[in-house]
């Protein structure tokens, strides 16, 4: 696979996608709009919807599996900014991580953070999918770590304001 270049002068990633259920052939995957950072997954389940009571989690499959076709590249699931803000429907562990050989069903595990169930519905986008490039650390166990002005000052150390 190649990489191209769209009308923007950006960089296309090819991914292969293996759709594993049919609320993909309603709503192909797309990105919303020319420059949206993020694909919306959607919620494919078969029942109509799936209530998430309040305070707890549902992991809701995406119906897709991916192939990344650039090495140093992996997916990340993010929350979608009007369901986390209207509903309180996030994505519970803050990001997820899609390794790229990770080759299963993407499975997204939502929190209702608001105190009333939430029903999510057949085909309804709950999260994004964005891809970035990811780096593999070369560790050197030492015995000191070179001196900073902040050092090991911890949570706060810097002040409000």
């Known amino acids: 696979m190649t990489t191209m270049t769209n009308t923007s002068g950006l960089d296309l990633l090819d991914v292969r996608v293996r759709f594993l259920h049919p609320v993909w052939s ?3 995957l797309a990105y919303a709009t020319e420059h949206s950072a993020g694909l ?23 119906g897709l599996a991916i192939e990344i ?16 803000t209207r509903e309180g429907l996030t994505v519970s562990q803050g990001v997820g991580v899609i390794d790229p050989d990770y080759r299963g069903e ?11 169930p939430r029903r999510v519905q057949r ?3 709950i999260a994004q999918l964005v891809f970035m490039p990811v780096f593999t650390a070369r560790l050197a166990a030492v015995d000191a770590l070179g001196d900073t002005a902040r050092g090991a000052g911890g949570f706060g150390h810097t002040g409000k304001v």
């Not at 650039?70 to 929350?79: E, I, L, N, T, Y």
């Not at 993407?106 to 953070?113: E, G, H, R």
């Open 123 to 125: 085909g309804q986008r």
């Open 40 to 62: 919306d997954l959607r919620a494919c389940i078969d029942d109509e919807f799936l209530e998430i009571p309040a305070g707890g989690r549902a992991a809701v499959p995406a």
């Open 26 to 28: 309603e709503h192909p």
């Open 69 to 84: 076709a650039r090495p140093g590249v992996a997916g990340f699931v993010f929350s979608r900014s009007g369901l986390g």
């Open 106 to 116: 993407i499975v997204v595990s939502l929190l209702n953070t608001s105190g009333q």
